[in-house]
């Protein structure tokens, strides 16, 4: 040791660089629940048991086999119909001999047991947006959640097939972007019945009081949506990741936009690396634009490998796993991801000259792109070569050393951080890759030869606590907001830094208030406590008291506190509700009607005249107290700042209420007027709530 270190000091004096620690990658196998995946007719080679699918012990040994290699995840495509467009319409016949993703079953079925039977391994899901309801959705991933211990992540996809569609209820597929748009809303609802349904502490097991969990710390999420309704709460109780690991697969502009927004590790399938780093520069752009710190979305490039101890070999390896491939099955998998029936054209005609543009396009691009198809005709036979063996996928075939080289190019041009590798045949393939490919990537530094840390709930996207490392998107959105500039809290306001159940949406929530928020709003409210034959609220002045909720939208929680105000104290409470969404103000003002609160019900937008939204509040409703549900980034708008700077100046008592802990950025306070703490339940649970001196009082 000593003896490196005088080496090291040596070559730093002769102006040498110390070698630095190489990234090291992330490796995945990418299979599917089927005899064929993107090497159609191959289900029949010698070293492929994938005609074994349906057998535990299939998938058992291969998921100990790559476990034991240090894999990070099993990653499992899927397609909810039949690929019928060659010799179609309507035929999957092509598509069955060869087992070209035909038959193929569930996936999500497969990660109980296979995490019963490995340590580390992660499970990589796909499943899609479009066919199935969010409220189910979560349950099923929640469930196998907690089966696996946290190591599920989901694969997020919006369905590309016509015969999914048909028979899923459709006459054809939904357009392209409205599906991402679908799932736009989708992800909101389950991350509201993953993260906010349900308290950390709401699960008690009990057993001398007989209370398994908390009722008061379940909620419903209450969602309204364009798309869906889903009023919760959460089937589950929390499971160890709560949200799942996600991945997504989708680089059309929606779907980079999506990954963006959404995403841990997003899936790039190209020929060549040159053709990704514009890719992975939107996505990390997009990323940062939405608040994320774009070195936390990982990018996993698909590639087959063929791999033998030299060049010649891998060749020769490559010109027997060919001779059992399929034509008709490639050019169904082709007739599927395309859309185009290449059965109308004669063998020997040249794709690069044909009359259809979309058929030319396509195969533009591979022609130009394809290493060693300069000059040759792509016609139906070339095409099918090409597709037998990993699909339109990227291709490295040689020695260890030529593969590694291959890969490094592609990390260090395309900026990825990690391959998803499809196999041509199982174990084969990867029985190839863990003999001859990772001994040199460990040997060049570049993927690890142990687990640090054995049962990890996450892949390196984050190899910290899921809990606290991991930011979806009701949470990361907020991560830049929440930078510790504390120059937007330079005007003061009241905040109350606890919500009961954590948050419902990054703008004013329709939730049902339970009756601890609403003593919490009260308390905020300096309308103090007085015990008795129970917690009564009574009033520190004689002026009428008039609440404002900016951003009320369906007014659910005004309309509750009101209520509760005027029925445990000697004030009657009045109130105002503004929102920019008319047909919530509608809703609003019938649902006041009902339960007789006294409210006017206004549709304004915040963007507009500031000077006469507080002229109303100030001048003509005399409100005394603002309710707004805020995060960071809200505060820092000027048009924010200036609305409740002028309310507190003309000494409007503002509260400023968040939804989730990791909302809220350390504020420093010049005074602190009180610590008030009260009963939340009989139990005697205790909430603390932070009560800042504001307005009038600050003066």
Known sequence: MAENNETHQRDAIQGSELPKERKKLILNAFVINSPGHLSPGLWKHP????????????????????????FHALFVADVLGGYDVYKGPENVGPAVPSAAQFPINDPLY???????????????????????????????????????????????????????????????????DE??????????????LWEGSWRDDAVKKNRETGQYADP???????????????????????????????????????????????????????????????????????????????????????????????????????????????????????GGWTGIDLSTYTDDEDFRFVKDY???????????????????????????????????????????????????????????????????????????????????????????????????????????????LKSHATIRKLEAMDSGDESIFAFPFQDLDYIPYGFSSDTAPYIETPIATLRAAATLMCLGLSSGGGVALAPQNTVPTVVCD??????????????????????????????????????????????????????????????????????????????IALVPKQLALLTVRGILTRLCESGVVVCCYKFHPLYLTPVKRDVLMDLVVYDRTSCGEVITVKVSSVGAKAK
């Open 550 to 627: 900016l951003g009320c939208g369906d007014g659910e929680f005004l309309i509750s506190l009101l209520d509760h105000i005027n029925k445990t104290s000697n004030s009657i409470a009045t109130g105002v509700g503004i929102d920019y969404d008319t047909a919530l103000i509608k809703s609003a003002g019938v649902a006041s009607e009902i339960r007789g609160v006294d409210s006017q019900w206004l549709v304004y937008d915040f963007n507009d005249d500031q000077d006469d939204l507080v002229n109303q509040l100030i001048n003509i409703h005399r409100v005394t107290h603002v309710f």
């Open 216 to 334: 008061d710390l379940v909620r419903q999420i209450h969602h309204k949506g364009k798309y869906f309704n889903v009023p919760g709460p959460h089937l589950c109780e929390p499971s160890p990741q709560r949200t799942p690991f996600l991945f997504q697969a989708g680089t059309s502009k929606a779907g980079k936009a999506f990954g963006a927004k959404h995403a841990e590790a997003i899936f790039m399938s190209a020929q060549l690396p040159e053709l990704v780093q514009p890719a992975v520069k939107i996505i990390r752009e997009q990323a940062k634009e939405n608040g994320r710190d774009p070195s936390n979305i990982k990018i996993i490039a698909g590639i087959t490998i063929i791999v033998a101890e030299t060049d010649e070999a891998a060749k020769a390896k490559r010109e027997e796993l060919l001779s059992y491939g399929d034509r008709e099955g490639a050019l169904a998998l082709f």
């Open 358 to 468: 979309s058929v030319r396009s396509v195969v533009d691009r591979w022609s130009s792109t394809v290493p060693g198809s300069d000059n040759l005709p792509w016609n139906k036979s070339r095409i099918a070569e090409y597709l037998i063996l990993g699909g339109t996928g990227a291709k490295a075939i040689g020695s260890p050393k030529t593969v590694v080289d291959e890969l490094e190019r592609w990390v260090d041009i395309g900026g990825i951080d990690g391959f998803n590798f499809a196999n041509v045949t199982i174990p084969g393939s990867f029985e190839d890759i863990i003999d001859f490919v990772l001994p040199e990537l460990q040997r060049r530094g570049l993927f690890r030869t142990e687990v640090e840390k054995e049962g990890v709930t996450t892949l390196p996207a984050g190899t910290k606590p899921q809990k606290t």
């Open 47 to 70: 070293r492929n048991n994938s005609a074994d699918y349906t057998s535990l012990k299939y998938w058992t040994d291969l998921a100990q086999l790559l476990d034991k290699a240090n």
């Open 179 to 192: 599906r991402y748009r679908i799932a736009d809303e989708y992800m909101d609802v389950v991350y509201k």
């Open 110 to 176: 497969l990660v109980p047991v296979l995490a019963a039977a490995t340590k580390n391994l992660v499970f990589g899901i796909t499943a899609s947006t479009t066919y199935e309801q969010p409220y189910q959705m979560a349950r099923r991933f929640s469930t196998v959640d907690h089966l696996s211990g946290g190591r599920v992540a989901w694969n997020i996809v919006t369905s590309y097939l016509e015969s999914a569609a048909r028979n899923l209820g459709l006459d054809t597929q939904i357009e392209h």
